[in-house]
């Protein structure tokens, strides 16, 4: 059980252009899931709370216009990089949040923007 | 400030070598910790999670214990695929909401 997924696990976009990666949990439903960024050999940075059916919270410094999430359903959390650049270029893990505040990660998505 | 310090940074033991990784943790209200272990290229996998000083729980290699300053994860007798990096967390009640603070995690590679 407890079982998240991310699609794409990989993106190679063109500068300017907007990237979509979806976070679905499989097997139970989540009515908060998290978004996170992580660089080479740095720990996990978180971005935002998603809350399904509400507006999402952003973190410090992340900006919600460039970062948009959307959490319509209690299954499916998506992160829409908009006008994506080069220092965009991450890994991009979401999770959800199980009946005792553990967190059930995704695999992550490789996003680099050329 | 609520901080979460892991160390060492980085270890290497030879397969069969037993060893403890620590996870210290400064916080006001703790809600409970939790152990991850993360491949290269890939999401975290939940392990433990541990509520109360002197909580322990196992599974396989591992055995993880709590103390009310800091956390160990225990690895016995480690094989090359326990090689990974290990990551602590953190919940807190205090103005946290359902945020998990991580650690900066301890990269172990077992050789044989």
């Known amino acids: 059980g407890a079982v998240v997924s991310q699609h794409p696990s990989r993106v190679i976009c063109k500068s300017g252009t907007s990237v979509k990666i979806e976070c679905r949990s499989l097997?139970?439903?989540?009515?908060?899931m998290f978004w996170y960024r992580q660089f080479p050999k740095q720990s996990l940075m978180l971005m935002a709370t998603?809350?399904?059916?509400?507006?999402?919270?952003?973190e410090q410094g992340v900006e919600k216009d460039k970062f948009l999430i959307n959490h319509a359903s209690l299954t499916l959390s998506t992160l829409t990089v908009t006008s994506a650049h080069p220092e965009d270029s991450s890994f991009y893990i979401c999770?959800?949040?199980?009946?005792?505040?553990?967190?059930?990660f995704g695999p992550g998505t490789r996003l680099t923007v050329l | 400030e609520d901080q979460v310090t892991q160390s060492p940074e980085a270890l290497r033991l030879q397969e069969g070598e037993s060893s403890s990784l620590n996870c210290s943790y400064t916080?006001?209200?703790?809600?409970?910790l939790f152990w991850y272990r993360q491949d290269p290229g890939k999401g975290p996998e939940f392990l433990f999670t541990l509520y109360s000083a002197g909580e322990e729980k196992e599974k396989e290699r591992l055995k993880a214990t709590l103390t009310k300053k800091e956390s160990f994860l225990h690895i016995t007798a480690p094989k090359p695929e326990d090689s990974a990096t290990y990551l602590c967390a953190v919940h807190v009640s205090t103005g946290g909401g359902n945020k998990l603070t991580f650690g900066t995690g301890t990269q172990l590679k077992v050789e044989l």
């Open positions: 999770s959800a949040k199980g009946g005792w505040n553990e967190q059930f």
């Open positions: 097997d139970f439903q989540a009515t908060t």
């Open positions: 998603s809350n399904e059916g509400s507006k999402a919270t952003y």
């Open positions: 916080v006001s209200g703790l809600r409970g």
